[in-house]
């Protein structure tokens, strides 16, 4: 896994720019960057090796220094991924944030992880200024859409950029050197700081290479936001680390774009999440026959987990495999997943990642045989494990057990060796004393040709003890009706059981989700109860 390793230098931006022209790679092209007019501009590797070194020597000059912690809040542009690999060059630890995140969401981030500096654009500057006066150790602000500084503080990237040399010393970077910053927000309380280091790109790579099946001559799409682990670690590390050219693209979701893409860049893996999977598989299948797919070899799936419609939908309507993949923001880097050689199983999450160990383990810390559901969890001291969660030791410790650790998702695991995802450890329903997966309901629920969308949760019941409720939303021009409702209380119960059939269905516009596209249900579960939501910054807009 170490053979890329050249003495002992662990840099991330360094193996992702220098170490690719020193392969022979610089001048080939890195990012093939689109804008939302699909407008194009390649960027060669010896390009984004000089422009991230540019980028490193403006922070250094501002007194940046190695473990200081810097932040991106930037759509997804070119200036992302200069500066997110150039403050990693400077050993300096980068967080990213959402582009739409609200002042309070920078505030949490920003203000707990202590950030010294900055990055972003004009138009998030109020946002910015208005929490400024709580946010004593932010000294500098780089805005990338000015001509001049405004201040000593709020600093022109260009001027910047045009003043600094292209040449930096990337200095030796010990594996366990603190890296990347990415918050994850649980159900109650803030949202927590997990900070990975510079080894993770060990696991980054071999997964690129052998789970999603790259090599140095593929053309490479990952659709995620850089403010998810999914963009860093997929959008930047993994596919640079190896040589493999990135495509790019500046705009949102639309069918025939993304189409036009794939084709018209000659994609060779798609890595995105089963929502978008979902949308594509809404529009009319029409829309598709117009496109020359012959270079797409697959597509993987992250986010949450994939619905076995949606594998059906991508053979029989583009005749590609989707191959589902499991990580957490905490884990870094995919650990189990479906994969190319490996037999699919609609529905699973695949089989563990080499030297990937998990367990189905009890609440008493017992190990639960094949079949059983249980808690997932990870054998620790994977590449790309995360060090800690920031300035919060104490819930660190309690998620590592025994040299496990635990991952708060349920599963269980078949007699083949596949895993099969249960839920977060308090979405799994218990009616009537049967556990039920909140993911096989509404996999189900989608089969029905009417549903769009589906989001279930339990509730409290005196009698059962949970109830189930399942939230739809409905294909454009479909009206729900007393008839539509029947329908689909016989599809659950003739698929499933009459267990899990809803007690009740309530239909709405959209299902809520995070930005990297899971079904947000405790938001779901508050919005039946009346109750609060706990942290919803990272709610899709």
């Known amino acids: 896994m170490e053979h890329f390793i050249k003495d002992k230098q662990y840099n ?11 392969a022979g790679f610089g001048d080939k092209v890195a990012m093939r960057w689109l804008s939302s007019h699909l407008e194009q501009r390649d960027y060669t590797f010896s390009e984004l090796d000089q422009t991230t070194a540019r980028f490193a020597n403006v922070l250094q000059g501002l007194g940046v220094a190695p473990g200081d912690v810097f932040f991106t809040l930037l759509p997804k542009m070119p200036e992302q991924f200069f500066a997110f690999l150039g403050a990693l060059k400077l050993q300096t630890i980068v967080g990213t944030l959402f582009s739409n995140f609200g002042e309070e969401a920078i505030l949490d981030r920003v203000g707990d992880a202590g950030a010294s500096a900055i990055i972003t654009k004009k138009s998030f500057l109020k946002k910015i200024s208005r929490i400024r006066d709580r946010l004593p150790t932010l000294r500098f602000i780089i805005v990338v859409d000015i001509d001049q500084h405004q ?32 918050y994850t927000s649980g159900s109650t309380g803030k949202p927590k700081g997990v900070l990975h280091a510079h080894r993770s790109i060990l696991m980054q790579r071999f997964t690129a290479e052998t789970v999603l099946g790259l090599t140095p001559d593929d053309v490479f799409w990952c659709t995620a936001d850089q403010g998810w682990v999914t963009g860093t670690s997929y959008g930047i590390i993994g ?13 949102g979701y639309n069918a025939e774009e993304w189409f036009r893409i794939l084709q018209n860049q000659g994609i060779t893996v798609l890595y995105s999440a089963p929502t978008a999977l979902r949308m594509l598989m809404r529009e009319d299948a029409g829309l598709y026959a117009g ?15 994939l619905n076995p419609e949606v594998i059906h939908w991508a053979r029989r309507t583009i005749d590609k495999e989707v191959y ?28 563990p990642v080499a030297g990937i160990e998990p ?8 190990i639960i045989l094949d079949g059983a559901p249980g808690n997932l969890c990870i054998q620790a001291g994977w590449a790309s494990m995360f060090t800690t969660y920031l300035n919060n030791p104490e819930i660190y410790a309690s998620r590592i057990r025994a040299g496990y650790y635990y991952t708060g998702d349920t599963a269980y695991r078949d007699a083949d060796g596949y895993y099969w995802f249960r839920g977060r450890s308090d979405d799994v329903i218990n009616t009537s004393g049967h556990l039920i997966s909140p993911f096989e309901i509404e996999s189900t629920l989608i089969e029905v040709p009417e549903v769009a969308e589906a989001g ?20 454009s021009q479909v009206v729900f009706s007393r008839e539509l409702e029947l329908k689909i209380r016989l599809h659950v119960s003739n698929k499933l059981s009459s267990v899990a059939t809803p007690h009740e269905i309530i239909c709405l516009d959209s299902i809520p989700k995070n930005k990297s596209g899971k079904i947000m249900r405790r938001v779901l579960k508050a919005r039946y109860l009346g109750i609060d939501a706990g942290d919803i910054s990272t709610l899709e807009d």
């Open 12 to 22: 991330i931006g360094h193996i992702c720019t220098g170490q690719q022209c020193e």
């Open 456 to 475: 279930v949760i339990g509730a409290p019941d005196e009698l059962l003890f949970e109830k189930v409720i399942a939230f739809v939303a409905l294909r």
């Open 359 to 366: 367990a189905i383990i009890a609440d008493d810390g017992s």
């Open 324 to 351: 589902d993949t499991w990580f957490q923001t905490e884990t870094g880097a995919i650990m189990i997943a479906n994969r190319p050689g490996l037999e699919i199983r609609p529905g699973s999450m695949g089989v």
């Open 291 to 305: 496109f020359d797919l012959k270079a797409l070899r697959h597509i993987c799936s992250v986010g949450e987990p």
């Open 151 to 182: 201040s000593d503080d709020i600093l022109s990237y260009s001027r910047l950029m045009e003043q600094a040399s292209d040449s930096f010393y990337v200095a030796h970077t010990p594996p366990e050197t603190p890296s990347v910053l990415h």
């Open 239 to 251: 596919p640079w680390s190896m040589g493999v050219t990135q495509v790019h693209f500046g705009g």
